[in-house]
């Protein structure tokens, strides 16, 4: 069973403050994904990765940054939160354009920025 | 940019009742891939099926790739089965992936 987990689960934090959502995968996965969740919006790309070392702006990527500093790591750095980023964080990872192409997803994290 | 429309936006059945849920996508994809939101939040992968399609219990995921078209198949339905199910699309050649707005899925006794 592939692997996701998420750190924090809940996260309160304040206006110009900085959050660093962490993501871990044991899956050995190349691809992995930041994704933010609003009620409406469905599921939105921040930024992926698909390797170490790199990361790709996705379809929202604005006040984020993202770092992979390794296979199995994948983090999602609020340099200066705003009440706009109060959102439930989703990370994912998957094999990309192989045969499967599946991602699997951590459980989430709830960010709460007052 | 990719645009992923999913029908209806929500659905009350009553046990027992059958479901059909459909993707539209706006352009060719080469991954067309099926989650279940559980109501805590938890996503689980269903199905991940380019084309044809594909079984699985209560579930069937049929892919017309040409014509840009997904639909996911409940059958017989159960309380359980309640949640939002999220159609995701990825691009040729590439590795973002898309996500539709979701069809919120009511299974009553």
């Known amino acids: 069973e592939a692997a996701v987990t998420q750190s924090p689960r809940n996260k309160v934090a304040v206006t110009g403050g900085k959050v660093t959502l962490s993501c871990n995968q044991t899956n050995n996965h190349n691809n992995m994904y930041w994704y933010r969740q609003d009620t409406g919006h469905g599921l939105r790309l921040i930024h992926y990765?698909?390797?170490?070392?790199?990361?790709e702006k996705g379809d929202i990527p604005d006040g984020y940054k993202a770092s992979r500093p390794s296979q199995e790591n994948f983090s999602l750095i609020l340099e200066l939160a705003t009440p706009s980023q109060t959102s439930v964080y989703f990370c994912?990872?998957?094999?990309?354009?192989?045969?499967?192409?599946?991602?699997?997803f951590g459980p989430g994290t709830r960010l709460t920025v007052l | 940019g990719q645009q992923v429309q999913q029908s209806p936006a929500s659905l009350v059945l009553q046990e027992g009742e059958n479901a059909e849920l459909q993707c539209n996508f706006s352009s060719t994809a080469t991954r067309l891939q099926w989650f279940y939101q559980h109501p805590g939040g938890r996503l689980v992968s269903l199905f991940y099926?380019?084309?044809g399609t594909k079984h699985t219990g209560r579930l069937t995921s049929t892919t017309v790739t040409n014509e840009r078209r997904g639909s996911l198949h409940i059958s017989s339905s159960q309380t359980t089965d309640s949640g939002t199910y999220f159609c995701?699309?990825?691009?040729?050649?590439?590795?973002?992936?898309?996500f539709g707005s979701g069809t919120r899925l009511l299974v009553s006794p």
């Open positions: 995701a699309i990825g691009g040729t050649g590439g590795y973002k992936v898309v």
């Open positions: 990765s698909y390797g170490a070392g790199s990361t």
């Open positions: 994912a990872s998957g094999d990309g354009l192989g045969v499967r192409g599946e991602q699997y």
């Open positions: 099926n380019p084309s």
